[in-house]
Protein backbone atom coordinates (compact mmCIF):
# COMPACT_ATOMS: atom_id res chain seq x y z
CA UNK A 1 0.00 0.00 0.00
CA UNK A 2 1.59 2.93 -0.72
CA UNK A 3 -0.11 4.91 2.19
CA UNK A 4 -1.59 8.19 3.14
CA UNK A 5 -0.98 10.40 0.23
CA UNK A 6 -1.47 14.47 0.69
CA UNK A 7 -0.61 16.73 -1.48
CA UNK A 8 0.65 19.17 -2.39
CA UNK A 9 4.27 18.73 -0.11
CA UNK A 10 4.49 22.59 -0.21
CA UNK A 11 1.73 25.50 -0.84
CA UNK A 12 3.27 29.38 -0.72
CA UNK A 13 0.44 31.89 -1.21
CA UNK A 14 -0.68 34.92 -0.39
CA UNK A 15 -2.86 36.32 1.82
CA UNK A 16 -6.33 36.51 1.09
CA UNK A 17 -5.81 33.42 -1.42
CA UNK A 18 -7.69 30.08 -1.05
CA UNK A 19 -5.92 27.31 -0.38
CA UNK A 20 -7.10 23.97 -0.95
CA UNK A 21 -5.17 20.64 0.76
CA UNK A 22 -5.74 17.33 -0.50
CA UNK A 23 -5.42 13.75 1.55
CA UNK A 24 -5.85 9.58 0.18
CA UNK A 25 -6.24 7.99 2.72
CA UNK A 26 -5.45 4.09 2.97
CA UNK A 27 -7.52 2.37 0.63
CA UNK A 28 -9.97 0.46 3.00
CA UNK A 29 -9.58 2.69 6.28
CA UNK A 30 -12.60 4.53 7.17
CA UNK A 31 -11.68 7.13 9.25
CA UNK A 32 -9.80 10.17 8.74
CA UNK A 33 -8.21 13.10 10.67
CA UNK A 34 -7.06 16.36 9.86
CA UNK A 35 -4.04 18.11 11.95
CA UNK A 36 -2.10 21.01 11.90
CA UNK A 37 1.36 21.41 13.34
CA UNK A 38 2.99 24.55 14.50
CA UNK A 39 5.66 25.21 17.25
CA UNK A 40 3.85 27.38 19.92
CA UNK A 41 0.68 24.91 19.68
CA UNK A 42 2.17 21.56 18.72
CA UNK A 43 -0.28 18.89 17.22
CA UNK A 44 -4.07 20.04 17.15
CA UNK A 45 -6.99 18.05 15.85
CA UNK A 46 -8.85 20.05 13.55
CA UNK A 47 -11.48 17.44 11.94
CA UNK A 48 -11.96 13.38 11.67
CA UNK A 49 -14.60 12.10 9.67
CA UNK A 50 -15.80 8.61 9.96
CA UNK A 51 -17.33 6.74 6.72
CA UNK A 52 -17.37 9.73 5.13
CA UNK A 53 -19.00 11.79 7.59
CA UNK A 54 -18.09 14.53 9.80
CA UNK A 55 -18.24 13.54 13.59
CA UNK A 56 -16.32 16.18 15.31
CA UNK A 57 -14.64 19.62 13.57
CA UNK A 58 -14.85 21.21 17.40
CA UNK A 59 -10.94 21.96 16.55
CA UNK A 60 -11.33 24.18 13.16
CA UNK A 61 -10.15 27.60 13.96
CA UNK A 62 -13.32 29.42 12.16
CA UNK A 63 -15.10 29.77 9.29
CA UNK A 64 -12.26 30.43 6.99
CA UNK A 65 -11.78 26.47 7.28
CA UNK A 66 -13.83 23.85 5.60
CA UNK A 67 -13.12 20.39 5.30
CA UNK A 68 -14.95 17.78 3.04
CA UNK A 69 -14.90 13.95 2.36
CA UNK A 70 -16.63 13.25 -1.26
CA UNK A 71 -15.50 9.53 -1.24
CA UNK A 72 -13.70 6.80 1.13
CA UNK A 73 -10.43 8.04 -0.90
CA UNK A 74 -10.39 11.20 -0.81
CA UNK A 75 -10.28 14.47 1.53
CA UNK A 76 -9.89 18.19 1.00
CA UNK A 77 -9.44 20.90 3.32
CA UNK A 78 -10.00 24.34 2.48
CA UNK A 79 -9.04 27.43 3.36
CA UNK A 80 -10.37 30.41 2.62
CA UNK A 81 -9.23 33.63 2.98
CA UNK A 82 -5.84 32.75 4.13
CA UNK A 83 -3.97 34.37 6.70
CA UNK A 84 -0.11 34.36 7.52
CA UNK A 85 -1.45 33.14 10.89
CA UNK A 86 -2.66 29.76 8.94
CA UNK A 87 0.74 28.94 8.18
CA UNK A 88 1.85 25.70 9.64
CA UNK A 89 2.64 21.67 8.64
CA UNK A 90 -1.14 19.89 7.86
CA UNK A 91 -0.72 16.56 8.56
CA UNK A 92 -3.72 13.93 7.32
CA UNK A 93 -3.84 10.68 9.03
CA UNK A 94 -6.17 7.60 8.63
CA UNK A 95 -6.75 4.64 10.47
CA UNK A 96 -9.30 1.82 10.05
CA UNK A 97 -12.04 1.94 13.08
CA UNK A 98 -13.20 -0.33 15.12
CA UNK A 99 -16.30 0.25 17.66
CA UNK A 100 -16.21 -2.82 19.65
CA UNK A 101 -12.66 -3.35 20.40
CA UNK A 102 -11.46 1.07 19.60
CA UNK A 103 -8.45 -0.52 18.18
CA UNK A 104 -7.24 1.78 15.57
CA UNK A 105 -3.37 2.57 14.68
CA UNK A 106 -3.07 6.14 12.61
CA UNK A 107 -1.43 6.17 9.75
CA UNK A 108 0.26 9.74 8.50
CA UNK A 109 0.90 11.19 5.77
CA UNK A 110 4.05 13.30 4.80
CA UNK A 111 2.12 16.95 5.43
CA UNK A 112 1.72 20.01 3.25
CA UNK A 113 3.92 22.99 4.40
CA UNK A 114 1.88 25.58 3.90
CA UNK A 115 2.98 29.10 3.69
CA UNK A 116 1.14 32.35 3.88
CA UNK A 117 2.49 35.97 2.76
CA UNK B 1 -10.13 18.16 28.29
CA UNK B 2 -7.64 15.50 28.72
CA UNK B 3 -4.30 16.73 29.37
CA UNK B 4 -1.51 14.63 27.67
CA UNK B 5 2.17 15.81 29.38
CA UNK B 6 4.98 14.28 28.53
CA UNK B 7 8.79 14.31 29.74
CA UNK B 8 11.41 15.70 29.70
CA UNK B 9 10.57 18.04 26.59
CA UNK B 10 14.21 17.91 25.67
CA UNK B 11 17.04 15.19 25.61
CA UNK B 12 20.38 15.14 24.72
CA UNK B 13 22.20 11.71 24.57
CA UNK B 14 25.49 10.42 23.86
CA UNK B 15 25.13 7.72 21.26
CA UNK B 16 25.13 4.00 22.82
CA UNK B 17 23.05 5.60 25.85
CA UNK B 18 19.63 4.94 26.85
CA UNK B 19 16.57 6.82 28.10
CA UNK B 20 13.18 6.82 29.28
CA UNK B 21 10.70 9.18 27.67
CA UNK B 22 7.37 9.31 29.72
CA UNK B 23 4.03 10.47 29.18
CA UNK B 24 1.39 11.02 31.23
CA UNK B 25 -2.58 11.30 30.69
CA UNK B 26 -5.37 13.19 32.94
CA UNK B 27 -8.35 10.82 31.78
CA UNK B 28 -9.12 7.17 30.83
CA UNK B 29 -8.12 6.53 27.19
CA UNK B 30 -8.82 3.18 24.93
CA UNK B 31 -5.45 3.22 23.45
CA UNK B 32 -2.01 4.57 22.94
CA UNK B 33 0.41 4.83 20.68
CA UNK B 34 3.75 6.34 19.89
CA UNK B 35 4.93 8.42 17.37
CA UNK B 36 8.54 9.48 15.70
CA UNK B 37 8.82 12.29 13.79
CA UNK B 38 11.77 12.36 11.84
CA UNK B 39 14.37 15.47 11.27
CA UNK B 40 12.16 15.82 7.85
CA UNK B 41 8.79 15.72 9.85
CA UNK B 42 7.45 12.48 8.87
CA UNK B 43 5.73 10.99 12.13
CA UNK B 44 6.20 7.15 12.22
CA UNK B 45 3.88 4.77 14.32
CA UNK B 46 6.05 3.40 16.66
CA UNK B 47 3.85 1.28 19.00
CA UNK B 48 0.46 0.93 19.53
CA UNK B 49 0.19 0.30 23.03
CA UNK B 50 -3.07 0.48 25.30
CA UNK B 51 -1.61 -1.69 28.32
CA UNK B 52 1.34 -3.97 29.37
CA UNK B 53 4.64 -4.04 27.49
CA UNK B 54 5.97 -4.36 23.94
CA UNK B 55 9.12 -4.03 22.28
CA UNK B 56 10.95 -3.57 18.70
CA UNK B 57 14.15 -4.06 18.24
CA UNK B 58 16.15 -1.43 20.66
CA UNK B 59 12.72 0.50 21.31
CA UNK B 60 10.13 -0.88 23.93
CA UNK B 61 7.08 0.40 25.47
CA UNK B 62 4.81 0.36 28.77
CA UNK B 63 1.65 1.19 29.10
CA UNK B 64 0.00 1.16 32.86
CA UNK B 65 -3.71 2.29 32.07
CA UNK B 66 -4.75 2.24 35.51
CA UNK B 67 -2.31 4.65 36.72
CA UNK B 68 -2.64 6.74 33.85
CA UNK B 69 0.96 6.78 32.17
CA UNK B 70 3.31 5.17 29.46
CA UNK B 71 7.22 5.01 29.19
CA UNK B 72 9.21 4.72 25.91
CA UNK B 73 12.65 3.16 25.99
CA UNK B 74 15.52 3.82 23.60
CA UNK B 75 18.65 1.28 24.13
CA UNK B 76 21.79 1.72 22.48
CA UNK B 77 20.95 4.90 21.18
CA UNK B 78 21.81 5.83 17.74
CA UNK B 79 22.17 9.16 15.80
CA UNK B 80 19.27 8.54 13.44
CA UNK B 81 17.11 7.96 16.81
CA UNK B 82 17.01 12.07 16.56
CA UNK B 83 13.55 14.04 15.97
CA UNK B 84 10.41 14.43 18.95
CA UNK B 85 8.74 11.37 20.11
CA UNK B 86 4.99 11.98 20.95
CA UNK B 87 2.61 10.03 22.64
CA UNK B 88 -1.15 9.58 21.35
CA UNK B 89 -3.83 9.03 24.12
CA UNK B 90 -7.28 7.93 22.02
CA UNK B 91 -10.28 9.10 24.23
CA UNK B 92 -13.11 6.94 25.12
CA UNK B 93 -15.95 8.56 24.68
CA UNK B 94 -14.96 10.70 21.94
CA UNK B 95 -13.09 8.22 19.90
CA UNK B 96 -10.35 10.89 18.65
CA UNK B 97 -6.59 10.88 18.97
CA UNK B 98 -4.88 13.71 21.30
CA UNK B 99 -0.91 14.39 21.04
CA UNK B 100 0.98 15.27 24.01
CA UNK B 101 3.46 17.62 23.79
CA UNK B 102 6.21 16.20 22.93
CA UNK B 103 9.91 15.11 24.12
CA UNK B 104 12.89 16.51 21.17
CA UNK B 105 15.31 13.86 21.52
CA UNK B 106 18.76 14.66 20.39
CA UNK B 107 21.63 11.88 19.74
CA UNK B 108 25.08 12.75 19.52
CA UNK B 109 27.65 10.86 17.48
Known amino acids: DAGVIQSPRHEVTEMGQEVTLRCKPI?????LFWYRQTMMRGLELLIY????????DSGMPEDRFSAKMPNASFSTLKIQPSEPRDSAVYFCASSLFQWKTANEKLFFGSGTQLSVL | GIQVEQSPPDLILQEGANSTLRCNFS?????LQWFHQNPWGQLINLFY???GTKQNGRLSATTVATERYSLLYISSSQTTDSGVYFC???????????FGTGTRLKVLA
Open chain 2, 49 to 51: IPS
Open chain 2, 88 to 98: AVLLRRTYKYI
Open chain 2, 27 to 31: DSVNN
Open chain 1, 27 to 31: SGHNS
Open chain 1, 49 to 56: FNNNVPID
